[in-house]
């Protein structure tokens, strides 16, 4: 059974940095489709930041030059570096992997910029 866990959210002031981690069991992401994707109150889910099938990464604009996606295969863990966060960062932030044909999703870890 594939399973994801996130964790590393947590309560940060603008301008400061968090590291997102999920680990995942059950069966080895190697290069399937992961990433990271976030939701606030009132909004839809939405792409923050992923690898691709094609071995490339897209982020959302609003991210990019600010937060960093990478994976430790070897760990079966996917993290994201969120640095320069800001108060429209907050929501909260689910992993998913694309594999054997369908998502899977973690349980989501709560993130919260502000002062």
């Known amino acids: 059974q594939v399973r994801l866990v996130e964790s590393g959210g947590g309560l940060v002031q603008p301008g400061g940095s968090l590291r997102l981690s999920c680990a995942a069991s059950g069966t080895i992401i190697s290069t399937n489709p992961m990433g990271w994707y976030r939701q606030s109150p009132g909004k839809q889910r939405e792409l923050v930041a992923a690898f691709t099938s094609g071995g490339g990464i897209n982020y959302e604009d609003s991210v990019k030059g600010r937060f960093t996606i990478s994976r430790d295969n070897a760990k079966n863990t996917v993290y994201l570096q969120m640095n320069s966060l800001k108060p429209e960062d907050t929501a909260v932030y689910y992993c998913?992997?694309?594999?054997?044909?369908?998502?899977?999703w973690g349980q989501g870890t709560q993130v919260t910029v502000s002062s």
């Open positions: 998913n992997l694309y594999i054997y044909f369908r998502n899977y």
